[in-house]
């Protein structure tokens, strides 16, 4: 079964994403994590990618499709489930042509609660544990590793009020994209992250 998660910045698709490859035969691809990764690396795509990702603004499509392309291709033989692809009718229409997309989960969270979650959201560089600051106890430390808790560059204040606008503008159409096809599945995201995979699990089976 292949999946797609869809839900605005600070949904819990990471969170969701983490549970669900645990428990499901299925191939995380995150997007975020490749641009990350790449910018890490300090590859073409990713300076290219970190000019629009500071600004909350989307990678180009043809970039970003061309990194889902090869992810796909290094899980040929696999299911796979796609976190923050795609983010525009676009890349959804480009994917419609490469993979066959079985069951679409929408996180859906108040708009309110969001930019609450994202600008408390704190990452470990070294094992990629992410939680709230208020869940630290006052420690800027990992508390799965040790290493220092960092925020991503894009989870500050002005940025994420741009990754809103961009999720208003350009991905909240795709719900209405997969309901058409008949795949899209709504999940409250309004309760804890265990509450939350109650309800993908009950999509999932
Ligand atoms: P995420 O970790 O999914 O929130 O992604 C972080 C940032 O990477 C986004 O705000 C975009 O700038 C970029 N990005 C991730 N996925 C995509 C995508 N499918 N299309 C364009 N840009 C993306």
Not at 88 to 109: F, G, P, W
Request: charged share 25%.
């Amino acid at each position: 079964m292949n999946i797609i998660l869809l839900g605005a910045p600070g949904a819990g698709k990471g969170t969701q994403a983490t549970r669900i490859e645990e428990h499901y035969n299925v191939r995380h691809i995150s997007t975020g994590d490749i641009f990350r990764h790449h910018m890490r690396q300090q590859t073409e795509i990713g300076q290219l990618a970190r000019s629009y990702i500071k600004k909350g603004l989307l990678v180009p499509d043809e970039v970003t499709l061309r990194i889902v392309g090869i992810a796909l291709e290094e899980s040929k033989n696999e299911n796979f489930m796609l976190d923050g692809f795609p983010r525009n009718i676009n890349q959804a229409t480009e994917l419609d042509k490469i993979a066959r997309i079985d069951k679409v989960i929408n996180i859906a969270v108040d708009f309110d609660v969001l930019m609450n979650r994202i600008c408390g959201r704190r990452n470990c560089p070294e094992c990629g544990y992410t939680t709230h600051v208020s869940q630290l106890g006052g420690e800027g430390t990992c508390p799965k590793c040790g290493s220092e808790m960092q925020q991503r560059m894009d989870d500050r204040e002005d940025t994420v009020k741009s990754r809103l606008t961009v999720y208003t503008e350009q991905t909240a159409p795709l719900i209405e994209f997969y309901k058409a096809q008949g795949k899209l599945f709504e999940v409250d995201g309004m309760g804890t992250p265990d509450e939350v995979f109650a309800e993908v699990r009950k999509v999932l089976g």
